[in-house]
């Protein structure tokens, strides 16, 4: 499918279709690792997996800023009319991100015990911890890969393959779950070696892919070194690094919290709600992949109308799926803890408490998740950073350090949709600023 031609609110959706059920899947794979761990291994293994897993997202965090940070600048440069540049800048982006990616996984090995002893894990919670911790980064550049190629298959207008690779991944992680976990009794390292193959698999398929003659966009060819469009990239991708990288950083503070209100079983009960609403909020990354490669082709274009209506109904997507998840998270609430934490009343009830308060956030997060990823498309990662750097850090930080003194163990469920409202209000005050600078 190409980038060119007008998108209609039916034309978009099924341009970006296949990048929302992607996301969604990779969503669900995440899920099924937890429910395993959570279901046959116990709350304990289940807390460590979720206690590292920031760590682990930090450093994996950086395929996403290549992936939509490349995607900016190869698709600005398809718009202006030059596909055997937007080739040679598509090959030296991936090349790059697998230098980065290796040379993460080689830090993390020496930093990952260190980290999770400064955030509190000792004991049984600390080994597992870093057990977990150590298989995940050996499969850390083709990780990078995978999140980067999420974004790439848009660009290249193969959405469909994208979404086949990912599917492919996702059904070899669930499937050696179950086999390694469930039949081979391997415990914890079950689950991590099962998502690190599915890793490998995510990462190596796009390359053989487009190392090959293919009918996409774009192929790998040759290439030079280009510090301006590696600064370019990691400019317009900052705002999903610092997103990711946040998000990880929060999440790391919502640990040390909940371990202070609530102990082991805060910390579970925070791990259930980071990977149902996984599900959900991909939704609204997925929108936004899909989508980003047509704003930013429209914008090497120069067509303002389209990209005014590409906007216009940006939000309409994202305000309909928002009442439904809202509306799907309040009646689903305990069945869905149920599925992870069923075996424990106490934990169950605390989870399920916990995740009515959350979804209320489902409400509002993806317009700021959208209008980041908006001001992306149009390289402006400075505005792009700045939304995701209050939406996922300073907003949240303040929420979660101040509630809880006022609401207690509530507060810290609370302050995930505070920050969510003053995130909104940001993103709508820049959409507004910024109107007549880009002509949408």
């Not at 995701?388 to 609370?414: E, Y």
Request: charged share 10%; net charge positive.
């Amino acid at each position: 499918m190409q980038l060119s031609g007008h998108f209609g609110f039916r034309r978009l959706l099924k341009y970006t279709v296949p990048s929302i059920i992607m996301m969604i899947f990779t969503s669900v794979y995440g899920v099924v690792d937890g429910f395993f761990v959570s279901n046959y291994t116990g709350k304990t293994s289940f807390a460590a997996v979720n206690f590292i897993m920031p760590v682990l997202m930090v450093l994996g965090c950086v395929g996403f800023m290549f992936g939509t940070g490349g995607s900016a600048v190869i698709s600005k440069t398809m718009g202006e009319g030059d596909r055997k540049k937007a080739s040679e800048i598509f090959t030296f982006i991936v090349i790059a991100s697998a230098v980065l990616g290796t040379a993460l996984a080689v830090i993390g090995m020496f930093v990952l015990k260190p980290l999770a002893v400064l955030f509190g894990a000792d004991g049984k919670l600390l080994t597992e911890s870093v057990f977990y911790g150590k298989i995940i980064l050996a499969a850390l550049p083709f990780y990078v890969l995978q999140f980067e190629f999420q974004c790439l298959f848009a660009t290249a207008g193969k959405p469909k393959l994208g979404l086949f690779v990912t599917a492919a991944a996702g059904i070899a992680n669930m499937v050696l779950d179950a086999l390694f976990v469930a039949v081979l009794k391997w415990g914890l390292g079950g689950p991590a070696a099962a998502t690190a193959i599915s890793q490998v698999l995510g990462g190596i398929i796009p390359v053989i892919y487009f190392a090959r003659k293919n009918t996409s966009l774009l192929r790998f060819v040759k290439f030079r070194f280009d510090g301006k469009v590696l600064l370019k990239t990691c400019t317009n991708g900052s705002s999903e690094l610092m997103s990711n990288i946040s998000m990880s950083v929060v999440s790391m503070l919502y640990n040390v919290q909940l371990m202070k209100y609530a102990g082991e079983n805060g910390v579970a009960a925070y791990g259930v709600l980071m990977y149902v609403s996984m599900i959900f909020q991909a939704v609204f990354i997925g929108y936004s992949v899909g989508s980003a490669p047509i704003i930013g082709y429209n914008y090497g274009a120069q067509n303002h109308s389209e990209l005014k209506g590409l906007l216009k109904n940006g939000f309409l997507f994202i305000g309909i799926c928002a009442v439904f998840m809202f509306a799907a998270g309040e009646l689903l609430s305990r069945p869905l803890s149920l599925m992870f934490v069923g075996y424990d009343e106490e934990l169950l009830d605390m989870t399920a408490h916990a995740f009515s308060i959350f979804s209320f956030s489902f409400l509002l997060s993806g317009f700021s998740i959208f209008g980041s990823s908006y001001f992306t498309a149009l390289n402006d990662g400075l505005t792009s950073a700045l939304i995701s750097f209050l939406r996922t850090l300073v907003f949240q930080i303040a929420a979660v350090l101040l509630f809880p003194i006022i609401f207690d163990l509530d507060g810290i469920w609370f302050s995930i949709v505070a920050a969510e409202i003053m995130s909104v209000t940001v993103t709508m005050l820049f959409l507004i600023l910024k109107r007549k600078k880009y002509g949408y």
